[in-house]
């Protein structure tokens, strides 16, 4: 573990590496890359950083110290600088999404200054303070304790940070988004960045006491008033249905996995989102990207009696096709079943989407 800074030391009152957040992220990725592959001493990093981007020595050191030792992405090893496994990741998606990700690590909250700001275009330094600090307190308990100076302190650095990597600036007092600021968070809601464990796990109890009642087809009955919680609730809905199924595709059996842990496996509700379809687990079915597609489309269906898969007629005229044959081989084909038949898909839903969705 590398020591932290003393943070309160680091003033960044100007920023040398400006540019949109596009340009800081990819600077940010070039000296990730630089430091992967040449393992330099913590002094050779901001040497590298002066020269590369014309930096005095001062905030050359703040950079270094910020982005690099306090955002966990880098850390110290018998003094070479090395990624963490947060740094490899930034590195490898190349996605500005899943820095601020692992920037929540240490900052927790970081991506809410985005929510408000975007809410509130233009706002000054207490009132963007006093929002951020209600918006997140509840997400972060630990934040629920802090006086008065830990908040301002703790609230600046943040605000730093966010203004070196240009995702927002101030102007005559007030603070907003800048244009790639506002491009990023119109991609990206800020609501879906760094989700808590505990908020995933209070939808995921909310979905599992569903499951034990009648099965309710629609949303209506059990509407959310907020993103962050429709956000959490789309975790908690994709956990409990994938490892229902232990990430293999209900209907082709395909299961993938990536180093870091991530399965080809998407939670389908079986009577979509967009028909207001329920976030009840029996609404959910495990499928591959190619599975769901054809769901999706009505190109395939299950039948509720027997849970086996029917491919749609249409395809019997070109079933010579090489890819069409990839789906029609398992017309007939009974799903993978899931772990604890409570979660077994809803003969309702299935009933729905064969009449409202199977192209027949
Ligand atoms: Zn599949």
Redesign the pocket.
């Known amino acids: 573990m590398s020591k932290s800074p003393d943070l309160t030391k680091v003033k960044m009152t100007f920023y040398p590496m400006v540019g949109s957040v596009e340009k800081q992220f990819q600077n940010l990725l070039d000296t990730l890359s630089w430091v992967d592959e040449n393992k330099p001493t913590p002094k050779q990093v901001y040497e590298w950083l002066r020269a590369k981007y014309q930096l005095s020595h001062y905030f050359a050191r703040d950079i270094y110290t910020v982005l690099f030792i306090s955002s966990g992405l880098v850390t110290v090893k018998n003094e070479k600088c090395c990624l963490t496994t947060d740094g490899k990741v930034v590195l490898e998606t190349s996605s500005p999404f899943m820095l601020l990700e692992v920037f929540e690590k240490s900052f927790a909250g970081v991506a809410g200054f985005l929510e408000i700001l975007r809410s509130k275009p233009q706002i000054n330094s207490t009132e963007l303070i006093g929002a951020w600090y209600d918006l997140v307190k509840d997400r972060f308990p630990k934040m629920q304790g802090w006086s008065r100076k830990t908040l301002n302190n703790q609230s600046r650095h943040r605000i730093d940070w966010l203004r070196t990597m240009e995702f927002m600036k101030i102007e005559n007092g007030l603070f907003s988004l800048t244009e790639s600021g506002w491009l990023f968070v119109l991609e990206h809601p800020p609501e879906l960045i760094a989700i808590q464990k505990h908020e995933i796990k209070e939808q995921e109890k909310l979905l599992q006491e569903f499951a034990l009642d009648e099965f309710k087809p629609f949303e209506t009955t059990n509407k959310i008033d907020s993103l962050r919680k429709t956000f959490a609730r789309d975790r908690a809905f994709r956990a409990i249905v994938t490892s229902q199924y232990e990430y293999y ?1 209900a ?4 299961k993938l996995p990536t180093p870091r842990g991530v399965y080809l496996a998407e939670a389908a509700h079986i009577i979509p989102k967009h028909s207001e379809g329920s976030d009840d687990p029996r609404n959910g079915i495990c ?2 990207g ?2 769901h597609w054809a769901f999706d489309e009505g190109v395939i269906t299950i039948k509720p009696e027997n849970l086996t898969v029917v491919t749609a007629s249409y395809l019997q005229k070109t079933r010579t096709d090489i890819s069409i044959q990839k789906i029609t081989k398992y017309n007939g084909k009974e799903i993978r079943s899931v772990i604890n038949s409570n979660y077994s898909p809803s003969k309702i839903a299935l009933e729905w989407h064969g009449e409202q969705v199977f192209l027949g």
Not at 251 to 254: K, S
């Open positions: 595709c209907v082709c059996g395909i499928l591959c190619n599975c």
